[in-house]
């Protein structure tokens, strides 16, 4: 699993990198909302971690960027990351788009009960890139191509997979 951090302060960068890290996860690091733009364009990341109050473009315009640009079935799960715990900071993450809401300084335990809350859906479009690689692989272009789109035009539950495994196999 592939997660963007998107943030500007070196240190944060470090923290929540080596928290991520640790926990099992590939990283890679935006400084500001731009970056994290061509990073989006240049790699699939599963989640990012967005600060929200960066140079060059803040968090909040970089997420409705990502809305606006990437089809709703490639866009990343995105996780507010604020040191403003300020009334109010929250609903305009949300409204900006994203789907959750961490403040700083990141704590172990607030970053693992948003992975928590969020592992299923991350986990679910890691498992489907993988299962998509493996038929195109195996030559099997139009049958990646037909279950990618039906699956991810629709919710999946964790009770999906096996049906998931068993059409692909």
Known sequence: TTVL?????????????????????????????????????QSEFHMVLMDVQMPVMDGLEATRRIHGEMPKAEQPVIIAMTADAMPGDRERCIAAGMDDYLAKPVRLEALSQVLRAHGPRIAMAAVLDDLASCCYLRGDYLRAATFLAECLACPLADQDLPNIVAALT
């Open 5 to 41: 951090i998107v943030e500007d302060n070196l240190v944060n960068q470090k923290l929540v990198s080596a928290l991520l890290q640790k926990a099992g996860y590939s990283v890679s690091i935006a400084a500001n909302g731009v970056e994290a733009l061509e990073a989006l364009q």
